[in-house]
């Protein structure tokens, strides 16, 4: 065990994830239990730029594990990009006699992480918190299962209507970059196709493959859409194709960010208390700017730098799946 951690801080950084807040527990508590000083930053790099921190106790955690969002907040910081708001950051970490600490967040997050702990020697383990799922280092990240269910349910209410009305649907759900949401709420919810940023897909692929669906007399059909996909949104996609299906009416949904809210999954609450428990062993047992994450349900650390540039690529048979069940 590190005998000279006795004070560490967590905060989040970044996009909101629910879970978040069963994480913050898990980190409070784990560090109590190794009778460790727990300090928590409020809206995070900003906060910690701006000496927002307090400590935190066993009780100040009660009754936190079910809650969406965090009760730390959130932010992101412009400052902290610069040096010289690192260097206040670090005078307020300083005044509190902080040793390491514990980051709650994604990809940008552990990057500021891990510049500052190069310039100022102070120990990260980060903690992944986005409903993406895209970071490289572990099967699943901190409010994703949430965000999906949250998604799924929606799309299910569409269903109805689209049923209903013989509609052409096309529903945008949030992944600027990764297509994790949209490929899982796809299978999940038994959508005719998906929409991924990852695979350049054509208007006219698209059209085709509704054609196909048509051809089978498919009363109505619903696309899911990633928000980041190449071609553009839901909105634009719709108006892309709707021309070719007048026995379609064509409507579009965007979930946006309802996938962000609510309460936590049970699957969400038992990863984030797993990983929140495991950064702290990690910290103590000399783990040093790496992000800990869950691989085939085993607790794995990876380096931030392989977090943050390594990509986390879909596995192939969920792809070909999708497009089969979809037809």
Do not use: W
């Amino acid at each position: 065990m590190d005998s000279s951690i006795k004070r560490i801080a967590v905060f989040c950084s970044g996009g909101d994830a629910p879970g978040m807040n069963a994480a913050i527990r898990a980190v409070v508590r784990t560090a109590t239990y190794n009778d460790l000083h727990i300090y928590g930053i409020f809206r995070g790099f900003e906060g910690m730029i701006n000496g927002q921190i307090e400590r935190l106790e066993t009780q100040n955690v009660g009754n936190i594990i079910h809650r969406g969002g965090t009760i730390l907040k959130t932010a992101r910081s412009e400052a902290f990009r610069t040096p010289e708001g690192r260097r206040m950051a670090y005078e307020s970490l300083v005044a509190q006699d902080i040793d390491a600490c514990i980051a709650i967040g994604g990809n940008g997050t552990f990057t500021g992480a891990q510049i500052f702990s190069k310039e100022y020697d102070i120990p990260f383990v980060g903690v992944p918190g986005t409903i993406d799922n895209d970071l490289y280092g572990t099967d699943y990240t901190i409010g994703f299962d949430t965000a999906v269910n949250t998604a799924v349910e929606a799309v299910d209410r569409i269903r109805d209507t689209a049923d209903s009305h013989n509609r052409l649907f096309f529903i945008e759900v949030m992944g600027r970059h990764s297509g994790y949401i949209a490929l899982y709420t796809g299978i999940g919810s038994g959508a005719g196709s998906v929409l991924l940023p990852e695979r350049e897909t054509t208007i006219q692929e698209v059209i085709q493959q509704l054609r196909v669906g048509a051809k089978r007399k498919k009363l109505f059909s619903l696309v899911i859409v990633a928000e980041g996909h190449p071609l553009g949104g839901a909105q634009a996609i719709a108006d892309a194709v709707k021309h070719e299906f007048d026995y379609y009416e064509t409507k579009v949904a965007i979930i946006g960010h309802l996938q962000r809210g609510g309460s936590p999954t049970a699957m969400d609450r038992l990863l984030a208390s797993r990983l929140g428990h495991a950064a702290v062993e990690g910290l103590l047992n000399g783990q040093r700017n790496v992000m800990v994450g869950m691989v085939n349900n085993q607790i794995a650390f990876t380096d931030f730098s392989d977090a943050i540039h390594k990509s986390k690529d879909f596995n192939p048979e969920l792809l070909h799946m999708a497009e089969i069940l979809g037809l």
